[in-house]
C-alpha cells in the first residue's frame, strides 16, 4: 500500500512564508509526476503546481512567481515553498503522485489527505 503524507501547512499571515512536504511511502517501483492542489471553501480543487521526475515544472498562473516547487526523488519526497501568501491562497492543500507500484502492476494516481493554510492577519 502506498501513502502521501503532508506536512507544513499552518496559519501565517499575509506576506509571510511556508514550506509544504509530502512524502510517500509503501511499495514504490518509481514515482512519475508529483503536484500539488488546493481547494478553497465552496471552490473546486485546483491545480497549484506540478513537477516531473525530470524536474519540469507547471504553475498556476496565481502562484507564478511566489511558490517553488520542487522534489527529493531519494526521499519520494515532494516539496512547495510559498512565499509572498495572501488571504486568496488560503486552502486544504493536496499533493498527489502518480506512480507505478511495486507489487501491482499498473499506474496509480494516489492523493494525500490535506493540510490547512491559512493566510490571515
Known amino acids: 500500500q502506498v501513502q502521501l503524507v503532508e506536512s507544513g501547512g499552518g496559519l501565517v499571515q499575509p506576506g509571510g512564508s511556508l514550506r509544504l512536504s509530502c512524502a510517500a511511502s509503501?511499495?514504490?517501483?518509481?514515482?512519475?509526476?508529483m503536484g500539488w492542489y488546493r481547494q478553497a471553501p465552496g471552490k473546486q480543487r485546483e491545480l497549484v503546481a506540478a513537477?516531473?521526475?525530470?524536474?519540469?515544472?507547471n504553475y498556476a498562473d496565481s502562484v507564478k512567481g511566489r511558490f517553488t516547487i520542487s522534489r527529493d526523488n531519494a526521499k519520494n519526497t515532494v516539496y512547495l515553498q510559498m512565499n509572498s501568501l495572501k488571504p486568496e491562497d488560503t486552502a486544504v492543500y493536496y499533493c498527489?503522485?502518480?506512480?507505478?507500484?511495486?507489487?501491482?502492476?499498473?499506474?496509480?494516481?494516489?492523493w494525500g489527505q490535506g493540510t490547512l493554510v491559512t493566510v490571515s492577519s
Open positions: 509503501g511499495s514504490i517501483f518509481s514515482i512519475n509526476a
Open positions: 498527489n503522485a502518480d506512480l507505478e507500484s511495486a507489487v501491482v502492476a499498473g499506474l496509480f494516481l494516489v
Open positions: 513537477i516531473t521526475s525530470g524536474g519540469s515544472t
